[in-house]
T-cell receptor, first 119, second 116 residues
Framework: EAQVTQNPRYLITVTGKKLTVTCSQN?????MSWYRQDPGLGLRQIYY???????DKGDVPEGYKVSRKEKRNFPLILESPSPNQTSLYFC??????????????????FGPGTRLTVL | AQSVTQPDIHITVSEGASLELRCNYS??????LFWYVQSPGQGLQLLLK??????LVQGIKGFEAEFKRSQSSFNLRKPSVHWSDAAEYFC??????????????FGKGTKLSVKP
């Protein structure tokens, strides 16, 4: 089944304790992205990656790091989490190259979300 | 810069009534447009998308949306709402033609409540 997976789904941590949220997709997509969702603010992009070893900042990158060493994985790293990073995080991927009927080109596939609480 | 506005934060409709959720976008060229739905505690599911061609697009769960270039709008409609449609709905614009990075810009969402 084509999907984007995230782990963990729920995480409670304390200020300053480094954490990593993993994201993996099995669709061979070039593009991957991280978003955070906060009430009344919708989804805001944190970082994105156009391909392996190619990453760039989104709209709210402060306090986050990412890496893209393999095409399928795009972990989100919080080196020193703070309470203002308490949020719901989504990973997404999409395909650049699909041109056929019923194409998924342009469609972003989202993971199930990770709810992070930083105390 | 592109942006998406969903003017209604919260809408309540009666089950069986029709629904229209508004979405206005700002973008210099013809955008890619999407509607996603998020049920409570769930991730985002694509309802429908517009890339080009017929301006009335059909999606899943009986939803449709109409692209109106003159109004910069992409409103979502459903003729008869079911209780299971209660969720939050997000409009998004993608602007990856002409070499842009391929990012989606989301509206802030419209929460739909359905009265029995």
């Amino acid at each position: 089944e084509a999907q984007v997976t995230q782990n963990p789904r729920y995480l409670i941590t304390v200020t300053g304790k480094k954490l990593t949220v993993t994201c993996s997709q099995n669709m061979n997509h070039e593009y991957m992205s991280w978003y955070r969702q906060d009430p009344g603010l919708g989804l805001r992009q944190i970082y994105y990656s156009m391909n392996v070893e190619v990453t760039d900042k989104g709209d709210v990158p402060e306090g986050y790091k990412v890496s893209r060493k393999e095409k399928r994985n795009f972990p989100l790293i919080l080196e020193s989490p703070s309470p203002n990073q308490t949020s719901l995080y989504f990973c997404a991927s999409r395909n650049f190259r699909d041109r056929g009927p019923g194409t998924t080109k342009g469609e972003q596939f989202f993971g199930p979300g990770t709810r992070l609480t930083v105390l | 810069a592109q942006s998406v506005t969903q003017p209604d934060i919260h809408i309540t409709v009666s089950e069986g009534a029709s629904l229209e959720l508004r979405c206005n976008y700002s973008y210099g060229a013809t955008p890619y447009l999407f509607w996603y739905v998020q049920s409570p505690g769930q991730g985002l599911q694509l309802l429908l998308k517009y890339f080009s061609g017929d301006t009335l697009v059909q999606g899943i769960k009986g939803f449709e949306a109409e692209f109106k270039r003159s109004q910069s709008s992409f409103n979502l409609r459903k003729p008869s709402v079911h209780w299971s449609d209660a969720a939050e709905y997000f409009c998004a614009v993608g602007a990856w033609r002409g070499g842009s990075q391929g990012n989606l810009i989301f509206g802030k969402g419209t929460k739909l409540s359905v009265k029995p």
